[in-house]
């Protein structure tokens, strides 16, 4: 904070904030509920990272994210993965062109050419061409034939898998579920919002979203989150956490001895914090707290906490792994 005043920080915080109620208020004409997931849709989209979001058919997956798209005026592309899709399918072929009586080969860009993504069932097909998007999520830049093409930003993936139908699918790499900011988990919706939506989908056409914001004013918030203020005290908070999910290391813990096979690593200590930033920018604050770290640790470290078959036998998954770590790890003195 002794790098930006005070009244510059509060203008900050509310440039933000504003911008997530213009975007939750026209969110709310097409989607309701799931507003956890919306916020951490929402986090990831102004910090520059990408989700994966989980959750069974007919909960508006897909239509969240075409409807951020509409808000956000962004292009948008739906990639459906299938088993015979081919990477090029994705980053795009060369093809002989023979306009004006000469051959020459000329690139045509694929679907990842968009400012947002739907990699639709991703886990549908087979590892080789799920990598075909590691490059663009981690470098936001696509090569292919030997050169190398630029992505517009902002650049926001958002891959969707469904855990029920597991039979002829492919899991996600640890290396590329380690590009997801988040995995979201998006779960049924109460009794009062399914009669909300029951009522609203079956009766006149509803009101469409507006758009509220371009992609400049996107860009410009992923830079005015990384000017909020983290003590050293809740950065160190968040690296024990993570460091506590590896076995074997400091922390040492008898639940992760016996049902962690692989912890996290270090892009999680950085979402942690990059994440408890814009969590505390969007509800007007210029500091991150021990709260805005608690709340992201599930979307962060489910799928980068890896398992084993003791887990598996005693029915203990990584969510259950990560609530632990939240009793386990002390927090800051200074935040208790």
Aim: aromatic share 6%; with cysteine; charged share 25%.
């Amino acid at each position: 904070m002794d790098t930006i005043s005070e009244s510059t920080a509060t203008e900050l915080a509310e440039r933000v904030t504003r911008g997530r109620e213009q975007i939750l208020s026209e969110v709310r004409k097409v989607i309701v509920g799931q507003d956890e997931c919306i916020d951490q849709v929402l986090i990831a989209l102004f910090t520059g990272g990408h989700c994966l979001i989980t959750g069974v058919p007919g909960l508006a997956k897909t239509l969240l994210i075409k409807t951020i798209a509409e808000i956000l005026d962004l292009t948008f592309r739906r990639i459906q993965f299938t088993p015979d899709l081919m990477p090029a399918d994705i980053t795009g072929t060369e093809i002989l062109d023979e306009e004006g009586g000469h051959r020459a080969l000329r690139f045509v860009k694929g679907p990842v050419f968009a400012q947002i993504i739907l990699a639709d069932e991703i886990n549908r097909t087979p590892p080789k061409t799920q990598a075909a998007l590691l490059e663009a999520m981690q470098e936001y830049h696509v090569t292919a034939a030997g050169r190398t093409y630029q992505l517009d930003r902002p650049f926001f993936v958002l891959a969707t898998q469904n855990p029920i139908e597991l039979e002829g699918t492919y899991p996600l790499p640890e290396a590329q579920l380690d590009r997801f900011m988040f995995n979201i988990v998006m779960h049924y919706l109460s009794e009062d919002e399914e009669v909300q939506v029951v009522t609203e989908t079956t009766g006149a056409d509803r009101e469409r979203p507006a758009c509220v914001l371009r992609g400049d004013d996107i860009v410009e918030f992923q830079k005015l989150i990384r000017q909020v203020f983290v003590s050293e005290e809740i950065a160190r908070y968040a690296v024990r956490l993570v460091d506590a999910s590896r076995p074997g290391r400091g922390a040492n813990l008898e639940f992760v001895q016996r049902w962690v096979k692989w912890g996290a690593g270090l892009r999680a200590s950085q979402s942690l914090i990059l994440g408890g930033k814009a969590r505390a920018l969007m509800q007007g604050r210029f500091h991150v707290s021990v709260a805005d770290i608690a709340a992201l640790a599930p979307p962060i470290l489910r799928h980068r906490v890896i398992t084993n078959f003791y887990a598996e036998s005693e029915k203990v998954d990584s969510d259950k792994v990560v609530a632990q770590l939240l009793e386990a790890v002390p927090p800051p003195r200074s935040e208790m």
